[in-house]
T-cell receptor
């Protein structure tokens, strides 16, 4: 079984400041890792994903995440946020063998202040 | 491209009534999923279907049923709604090419059970 823990339910930050949204996971099998973003009253859309290879992955809108296997973490970062980054961010894992049932974390609400 | 279309967008339902949430995709993806989103809990998998004609139970299947008569449609039925089923429901599909588990989401259906 898999589980995902997003360590912060809300992250307030000023515009142009850096931000890190933390995600830890547990799994008995190898997984793919994802970050999805949800803007108000919309569905989720993919921000970035880690499948294999380089542990630093870059996504849309200037976000990046680093996979750390020893710490079972996949933290999301952005060096300078904009007001438009205000949204809910979900970390997710999917077993990479069979089933592909994706498990989501509880979400982190990023609130960017002017 | 439409992607995934969900209907209705919003619905208020009396407890004990039945309701079917509709989901249609035009991407010809084999795998489809139903999630519910609740504050502080993230998205939880209700039911899934890996291909037309097959379905499976997710984390929170009780009180819900699904069918998958063809590739495009994956309706979710509440036979006798209860207030705890008040939630936002998201339908998703998984891209087959690349087999990496990335999900594509609809805009959601907000259901209130009174």
């Amino acid at each position: 079984a898999q589980s995902v823990t997003q360590l912060d339910s809300q992250v307030p930050v000023f515009e142009e400041a850096p931000v890190e949204l933390r995600c830890n996971y547990s799994s008995s099998v190898s997984v793919y890792l994802f970050w999805y973003v949800q803007y108000p009253n919309q569905g989720l859309q993919l921000l970035l994903k880690y499948l294999s290879g380089s542990t630093l992955v870059k996504g849309i809108n200037g976000f990046e995440a680093e996979f750390n296997k020893s710490q079972t973490s996949f933290h999301l970062r952005k060096p300078s946020v904009h007001i438009s980054d205000t949204a809910e961010y979900f970390c997710a894992v999917t077993p990479n063998t069979g089933g592909f049932k994706t498990i989501f974390g509880a979400g982190t609400r990023l609130f960017v202040k002017a | 491209t439409a992607g995934i279309t969900q209907a209705p967008t919003s619905q208020i339902l009396a407890a004990g009534r039945s309701m079917t949430l509709r989901c249609t995709q035009d991407m010809r993806h084999n795998a489809m999923y139903w999630y519910r989103q609740d504050l502080g809990l993230g998205l939880r998998l209700i039911h899934y279907s890996n291909t037309a004609g097959t379905t499976g139970k997710g984390e929170v299947p009780d009180g819900y049923s699904v069918s998958r008569a063809n590739t495009d449609d994956f309706p979710l039925t509440l036979a006798s709604a209860v207030p705890s089923q008040t939630s936002v429901y998201f339908c998703a599909s998984r891209r087959d090419r690349g087999n990496d588990g990335e999900l594509f989401f609809g805009e959601g259906s907000r259901l209130t059970v009174l």
